[in-house]
């Protein structure tokens, strides 16, 4: 212990007498600890975050869509197909043991009336349990039930946009509200929920019961038909085979032939919300280069100085050695030195990285994690350049002859 602690205080005292070049040697390390460090926090957080936002519209909530989803950029747009029906719905529920829960929906844009008051907005038709698959809560009054499905029953339930949009100071339960000529009562007003992964606002909408809008609501076109289906899974693990299960019972269910496509679309709303993070990729892509530059440059650094500090030391390393001092003792020395710049660069880049980090988590309202795999990964990384920096050049000075240098 008292050696290594003479060896560091030689180390600090030759580092200070050329601390220039110290300095940039240790700005290159810094950089890439710095970016390494940034890259794993953001990465971690948004992915976190997105997690985050599938779980807060339901947990292991996956959407099979009646035709097919085109993705242009950010944008969404569905080539519907009138194949799918509850049919299928029951198929899928019988067949897949790993599907927990079903719901159908049909989705159409719609104005509606209270008293004086129309209202363009959604509609969402489906079944009662759709509610606790979504995680949707009560504002007030209560969702429709199984028995309001069963019996095709005239009532909804309003977003909280809707509340707000007619301006009612008093409780619109068991008022009622005009949808297609009909009379429906209102069951109950949801929560404040936003909008999800699929792009549908659940506070701009009315839900009612499925098997009332296809069966009592006036001038229904494809009244055999649905738009889709959202279900729980089990596990994210077994989305695949639940993937290859749906599909291939649906192509048969619909009779579609080897050589045809889908008539049918299935969204991980995880992979959906993925396609929409391109920014992410370009931060990950750019991070990581920047951190190979800068320790590129950090490892050219350190070589560059130990080579020349080998130089200018000849005569310090032949004293050295003439009294007594091993090859392995200046071999050492001179990878401590090196060590001992990189570390420095590593420690101050990863509190600097976790700094930024907590600004930027804080600006952009993500979820603040630490990676310690990142801080982990920085400090290996920039040992591992340290050390085969300064390998060569102490391999030099350990192979000096005193005798040499003396003479």
């Not at 976190?48 to 747009?77: M, P, W």
């Not at 400090?379 to 005798?403: E, M, N, T, W």
């Amino acid at each position: 212990m008292r050696k290594l602690i003479i060896t560091l205080k030689i180390v600090t005292n030759v580092l200070r007498s050329y601390k220039g070049r110290a300095i940039l040697a240790i700005i290159g390390i810094f950089l890439g600890s710095l970016s390494l460090t940034l890259v794993f926090n953001i990465l971690l957080s948004i992915k976190q975050n997105v997690l985050n936002e599938v779980e807060k519209f339901g947990d292991r909530i996956i959407t099979v869509v009646a035709g097919e989803v085109v993705r242009a950029g950010r944008d969404k747009s569905i080539d519907t197909a009138k194949t799918m029906t509850l049919n299928d719905v029951n198929l899928l529920k019988n067949q897949v043991i790993d599907i927990l829960d079903i719901s159908p929906y049909i989705k159409r844009s719609i104005t509606v009336r209270y008293k004086e008051a129309f209202i363009t907005t959604n509609l969402i038709a489906t079944s009662h349990n759709y509610f606790k698959m979504r995680k949707l809560e009560l504002k007030e009054g209560m969702f429709f039930n199984k028995e309001d499905t069963q019996d095709q029953r005239k009532v909804v339930v309003l977003g909280s946009e809707i509340d707000e949009k007619i301006d009612n100071k008093t409780s619109l339960i068991n008022n009622k509200l005009v949808i297609k000529n009909s009379v429906f009562n209102i069951n109950g007003v949801i929560k404040e929920k936003g909008t999800d992964i699929n792009g549908n606002n659940l506070d701009d909408v009315v839900f009612v019961p499925i098997t009332t809008y296809m069966n009592r609501l006036d001038d229904i076109d494809y009244i055999d038909y649905i738009d889709g289906m959202e279900m729980k899974i089990t596990s994210w693990e077994k989305f695949p085979d639940i993937e290859k299960s749906i599909k291939a019972l649906l192509r048969e269910s619909h009779g579609l032939d080897k050589d045809m496509e889908d008539d049918f679309t299935i969204i991980n709303p995880i992979d959906a919300r993925r396609l929409r993070s391109d920014v992410v990729s370009l931060v990950d892509s750019l991070g990581k280069i920047t951190s190979v530059i800068s320790f590129l440059i950090g490892g050219l650094g350190i070589f560059s100085i130990m080579l020349l500090i080998v130089g200018l030391r000849r005569y310090e390393i032949g004293i050295k050695r003439a009294v007594g001092a091993k090859k392995r003792d200046i071999f050492l020395q001179f990878i401590y030195e090196s060590t001992f710049i990189t570390v420095s660069g590593t420690i101050v880049g990863i509190i600097f990285g976790i700094s930024i980090s907590l600004v930027i988590f804080s600006i952009a309202s993500l979820p603040a994690i630490i990676s310690t795999k990142g801080i982990l990964f920085s400090f290996l990384s920039c040992i591992f350049i340290g050390f085969f920096s300064g390998v060569y050049p102490a391999y030099i000075a350990a192979r000096l002859k005193p005798i040499d240098i003396i003479r």
